[in-house]
């Protein structure tokens, strides 16, 4: 074919001259998700070649964002982390002129095809995704922001789970607690591997040698309430058991206290108990608890903030801060015997 004038040439002649959909063309221009390297590389030296001015690259405005949570997360016991990241994206989309959008999805759902009805410009994901989940996501073409997960090539936003894990050890450390447990969900989970880590970190530190016996997960298949409750109960079964737990979420740490107190035990004053996210009903159980604040609503806001920017950068990974609060689930003014 003859070439369009340099100052004329558009995506249509590119696609035409390269026999590929405009759409594989606008992703390639933009460096997009979703296409292969070979054909990336094609579709530039077609241009190359047609003499495409690529000042004529604008990056579309985003009008609407859908927010996606994985449907093992759409809980009674995760609403009250996830629904603050959801308003804070929502707030955050308001003052954008952005519409939001929601939806809670699994890896049969066909995910594809329902993210078409919503016709999003771009899309965020909160909570663990499965890779094969994700990679469904990115094929479609439209930029995307994890939030409360980490996977190389992606950008994210996660609270630092190290450090909280970390912060929460080195307080009970610091009261003089010498057998700390730890409750998990699954290390299948960015964040929960991440709060691990910093929980053995300052163990290690504190030259106090990890029990594995004093490590109990979730059981697979359970609802929290139940798996906590177990886990729990494992440990005060131990012929030594823990004189504190770090509980890897704020819902598992409440049942934790449960359970102590249905086996007798007193809190703080025969176990310590810490949770993790702060959320609204730290503060009504037994004891208020002792937690690792996150600003749920930022890390909502921080989602929708990266994917205003301009997506042909590489992929931003964004850390927020924790702040330990203390409160009576881990000290008390009267160490007496609680009555």
């Not at 530039?44 to 994985?70: I, Q, V």
């Not at 594995?212 to 177990?230: K, Q």
């Not at 890897?248 to 993790?276: E, K, Q, W």
Request: charged content about 20%; hydrophobic content about 40%.
């Amino acid at each position: 074919m003859s070439a369009a004038s340099p100052s004329n040439v558009t995506i249509r002649d590119i696609a035409k001259f390269a026999g590929v959909s405009a759409g594989t063309i606008s992703r390639a221009l933009k460096n997009e998700p979703g296409l292969t390297e070979t054909t990336r590389q094609m579709v530039l030296s077609a241009a190359h070649e047609l003499g495409y001015d690529f000042t004529n690259l604008r990056r579309k405005r985003m009008r609407r964002l859908t927010f996606l949570l994985h449907r093992q997360h759409n809980t009674a016991a995760s609403s009250p982390f996830y629904s603050p990241v959801l308003h804070g994206a929502e707030e955050a989309c308001r003052k954008q002129g952005i519409v939001l959008s929601f939806m809670a999805v699994g890896p049969a759902d066909g995910v594809t095809e329902q993210l078409r009805m919503h016709a999003p410009d771009a899309i965020v994901c909160a909570g663990f995704f499965e890779p094969e989940l994700l990679g469904a996501l990115r094929a479609s073409g439209k930029p995307l922001v994890l939030i409360d997960m980490k996977l190389r090539g992606y950008s994210s936003v996660n609270p630092d789970n190290f450090m909280g894990g970390y912060l929460a050890t080195k307080h009970l450390i610091g009261l003089g607690r010498t057998r700390i447990g730890m409750i998990s969900g699954s290390l299948g989970h960015y964040s929960v591997r991440e709060r691990n880590k910093g929980y053995r970190q300052a163990l290690f530190e504190s030259g106090m040698l990890a029990d594995p016996r004093l490590e109990a997960s979730l059981p697979d298949g359970v609802d929290l309430e139940t798996g906590a409750c177990e886990a729990m109960q494992s440990l005060l079964a131990l012929p030594n058991p823990p004189d504190a737990v770090f509980c890897y979420n704020d819902s598992a740490a409440l049942v934790a206290m449960r359970c102590c107190l249905a086996a007798g035990l007193t809190v703080p004053h025969d176990v310590s108990i810490v949770g993790f996210d702060d959320i609204s009903s730290a503060v009504l159980g037994h004891r208020p608890l002792t937690t690792l604040r996150i600003d749920k609503k930022e890390l909502g806001a921080m989602g929708v903030e990266l994917l205003l920017r301009d997506q042909q950068d590489a992929p931003v990974e964004q850390v927020a801060p924790v702040e330990l609060i203390v409160r009576a689930s881990t000290v008390c003014d009267d160490w007496g015997p609680h009555k």
